[in-house]
C-alpha cells in the first residue's frame, strides 16, 4: 500500500524555523495533489500547504510569506519550509497526498508530526 514516511517537527522558539518532509512510496501510478495539512488541540484539520503537480501551490493565509513548500517528483518528496514561527503554528502536522492506484484516485495520510512552537 501506499507509505508515507515524515521526519522534521519539533520544538521551537518564536521566530525561529523547521523544516518538515515528507516522501510516498508504494504501487501508485501517479501523484496528484502532495503537501501537508495541520490540526491544533481543539480545531479542525486544515490546509497549510498543497502542491498539485502543476506547479501550483495553494497555501493557507496564515502561513503566506513565512512557509515555503517544494516538491520533487523525482523522488516523490515534498519539503516544507517554515520561517518565523509563530506559538499558533503549533499543531500536529500530517503529509497528505493523492494518488492514482487501483485504477482509482486516492488520498492517503501519513502518522503526523508534532510542531511546538513557544513564546
Known amino acids: 500500500q501506499v507509505q508515507l514516511v515524515e521526519s522534521g517537527g519539533g520544538s521551537v522558539q518564536a521566530g525561529g524555523s523547521l523544516r518538515l518532509s515528507c516522501a510516498a512510496s508504494?504501487?501508485?501510478?501517479?501523484?496528484?495533489?502532495m503537501g501537508w495539512y495541520r490540526q491544533a488541540p481543539g480545531k479542525q484539520r486544515e490546509l497549510v500547504a498543497v502542491n498539485s503537480g502543476g506547479g501550483k501551490t495553494n497555501y493557507a493565509d496564515s502561513v503566506k510569506g513565512r512557509f515555503s513548500l517544494s516538491r520533487d517528483n523525482r523522488n516523490n518528496s515534498v519539503t516544507l519550509q517554515m520561517n518565523s514561527l509563530k506559538p499558533e503554528d503549533t499543531a500536529v502536522y500530517y503529509c497528505?497526498?493523492?494518488?492514482?492506484?487501483?485504477?482509482?484516485?486516492?488520498?492517503?495520510w501519513g502518522q503526523g508530526t508534532q510542531v511546538t512552537v513557544s513564546s
Open positions: 497528505t497526498v493523492e494518488v492514482y492506484i487501483d485504477y482509482a484516485i486516492r488520498n492517503y
Open positions: 508504494g504501487p501508485f501510478f501517479s501523484i496528484y495533489n
